[in-house]
């Protein structure tokens, strides 16, 4: 058995301090929460990702959506490849919605995502938005991959994430980080 | 105090079956293990956890050859299997373990597995153990052997 690495001893990094900041955290207490609301999200960021575990209050595989700058209009697309644990992988997709679906959670365990919001300060261009999620539960599951897009050119200066048919379980954890370009 | 996203420890290898993160610090939120490299003997990277190999793992695939889309799963394992395909041929494998510090959860894992030889795919694990982590092992199993592959563990803080 080779490579022991003894975790700590390596103080190198090349990541320099500043490039990739934590800008909120929201731990979900008893009683459970939906919507989790990041707000006033600074400009001095070229991305955001978020990094997030999410149990469902009840039911099984149900959907989480996320809008920006409190835009419930018809200007979301996105598209997703879901695997099930056998049989043929399926997609779905959707033009116009009112909302980002980004992630399904389940109250039988806690689901996991890195989601990266590419570009969130340009005005350029819409926002892009992709997403890696999943759960398993040791007999079920599912593994995801979702791209998303908003069609506004606004600057993001705040996300929602919520919970279509129930809420997020105690423990559920979300993190914002910003990544400096 | 760690900084948001911090290099922990890392190692290139040329040789040997396994590679071993020890006295992993509990001050981080997740973990990620970078790999890329590749070995030999046709099999591919196991996965465990804490030294612990009972049937505590299970693990949910989708992934592609470039012809077929597929997805399966294995349940109650001893290890998770934490690439798609082989470890033959030079490729990337993203390992975050989210939330690995807590001890009330059970520990969720999520693998992107890139082999431009002949896979791409994700992978989502599950370590059913509220302990925190503190040991990563990443083995290659008899006939296989590593031949240069890096292995990059990093610390990611939230605030």
């Given at each position: 058995m080779i490579g022991n690495i003894v975790a700590g001893l390596y103080d190198a990094g090349v990541i320099e301090v500043g490039d990739f900041e934590s800008i909120a955290t929201v731990t979900v207490g008893a009683g459970g929460a939906t919507p989790i609301n990041f707000t006033?999200?600074?400009?001095?960021?070229q991305h955001l990702q978020i990094r997030l575990l999410a149990k469902a209050t009840s039911g099984a595989f149900q959907n989480i959506i996320m809008r920006f700058n409190s835009d419930a209009g018809s200007n979301y697309n996105w598209h997703i490849l879901e695997g099930v644990g056998s049989g043929t992988p399926t997609s779905g997709s959707s033009v116009n919605d009112s909302s980002i679906y980004m992630l399904q959670d389940t109250s039988g365990g806690y689901a996991v995502a890195v989601l990266d919001i590419l570009?969130?300060?340009?005005?350029?261009k819409y926002t892009t938005i992709r997403c890696l999620s999943g759960a398993d539960l040791n007999g079920s599951g599912k593994v995801q991959m979702w791209s998303g897009a908003w069609r506004n050119t606004a600057a993001i200066t705040s996300i929602s994430i919520a919970h279509v048919s129930n809420s997020f379980d105690q423990y559920s954890h979300f993190a914002l980080y910003g990544i400096k370009g | 105090m760690p900084r948001t996203y911090e290099p922990i420890a890392t190692t290139t290898v040329t040789s040997g079956t396994s590679v071993n993160f020890t006295s992993i610090s509990s001050a981080y939120t997740d973990l990620l293990l970078v790999i890329n490299g590749n070995g030999t003997g046709g099999v591919g990277l196991q996965l465990t956890l804490n030294n612990d190999s009972s049937s505590l793992y299970s693990y949910t695939r989708l992934y592609g050859n470039g012809t077929t889309a597929s997805s399966d799963r294995a349940s109650t394992r001893t290890l998770i299997d934490a690439n798609i395909g082989n470890f033959n041929d030079r490729q990337n494998v993203l390992i975050h373990i989210m939330?690995?510090?807590?001890?009330t959860t059970n520990k969720t894992i999520l693998i992107r597995s890139d082999n431009p030889g002949s896979f791409v795919g994700s992978i989502v694990g599950l370590y059913r153990s509220t302990s925190a982590i503190n040991r990563i092992d990443i083995t290659l199993p008899n006939p296989g052997s590593y031949v240069n592959a890096n292995f990059t563990l990093y610390g990611i803080k939230a605030a």
């Open positions: 006033s999200i600074s400009s001095d960021y570009d969130y300060k340009n005005t350029n | 939330n690995y510090s807590n001890t």
